[in-house]
């Protein structure tokens, strides 16, 4: 299926902001719902936000709303991250991530993701 990396991670304070972008490589996810995720240590994988294949319809955490955007280039197959105002509780490790079957709705829940990258760091300073 398609392969999935994650870029753009690094340490910023509090306050900050970061770029994280996720390219697709062997396959095309122009058709499919595209997610970002992020799980901290000891702590399970949660949503972040998602975004449909035509970019009209977006979803976030109600912890990132407000401060992250989600946003799709589908000509070079690439989704993004904007993340503004981080804050500690932001540091996890965040992971791109496409749905099993396209046209999918961004309500879906994560056992409906199928593709995941390997995943980008994000630390947030005091």
């Known amino acids: 299926q398609v392969q999935l990396v994650e870029s753009g991670g690094g340490l910023v304070q509090a306050g900050g902001s970061l770029r994280l972008s996720c390219a697709a490589s062997g396959r095309s996810f122009s058709n499919y719902v595209m997610g970002w995720f992020r799980q901290a240590p000891g702590k399970e994988r949660e949503f972040v936000a998602a975004i449909t294949w035509s970019g009209r319809s977006t979803s976030y955490a109600d912890s990132v709303k407000g401060r992250f955007t989600i946003s799709r280039d589908n000509a070079k197959n690439t989704v993004y991250l904007q993340m503004n105002s981080l804050k500690p509780e932001d540091t996890a490790l965040y992971y791109c991530?496409?749905?099993?079957?396209?046209?999918?709705?961004?309500?879906?829940?994560?056992?409906?993701?199928?593709?995941w990258g390997q995943g980008t760091q994000v630390t947030v300073s005091s």
């Open positions: 991530a496409c749905q099993r079957i396209p046209y999918g709705l961004v309500s879906a829940g994560i056992r409906e993701f199928g593709s």
